[in-house]
Nanobody
Framework: QENLVESGGGLVQPGGSLRLSCAVP????????MAWYRQTPGKERELVAG???????VYHDSVRGRFTISRDFAKHTVELQMNDLKPEDTGVYYC?????????????WGQGTQVSVSS
């Protein structure tokens, strides 16, 4: 069983920042492609950001320019820096491996981390 473990969620005011991190087992990290999804009440899980093995970055329109996905090769983590957070960013954020552009999510998920944006 492959365990992806997210951390870094929390409660933040609008305009604030959070950094999410997901520890990825080495054999999955070596695949090179991974993504962040989020689930908000009443909506389907949606892709927030993805990074391909070729370093192509994909972002949901609503977060482009505010969020940045990256990989830490020393820590074997995938990170999501979230700036200028808005109430509509509230949700449970999941990391997912592997990521392929314009394809369904991969089979490996973390347990999720809650992000709440509220004043």
């Amino acid at each position: 069983q492959e365990n992806l473990v997210e951390s870094g969620g929390g409660l933040v005011q609008p305009g604030g920042s959070l950094r999410l991190s997901c520890a990825v087992p080495l054999n999955l990290f070596r695949v090179g492609s991974m993504a962040w999804y989020r689930q908000t009440p009443g909506k389907e899980r949606e892709l927030v950001a993805g990074i391909s093995a070729a370093n192509t970055l994909v972002y949901h329109d609503s977060v482009r320019g505010r969020f940045t996905i990256s990989r830490d090769f020393a820590k074997h983590t995938v990170e999501l820096q979230m700036n200028d957070l808005k109430p509509e960013d509230t949700g449970v954020y999941y990391c997912n491996v592997p990521y392929h552009i314009n394809s369904p999510p991969g089979p490996y998920w973390g347990q999720g981390t809650q992000v709440s944006v509220s004043s």
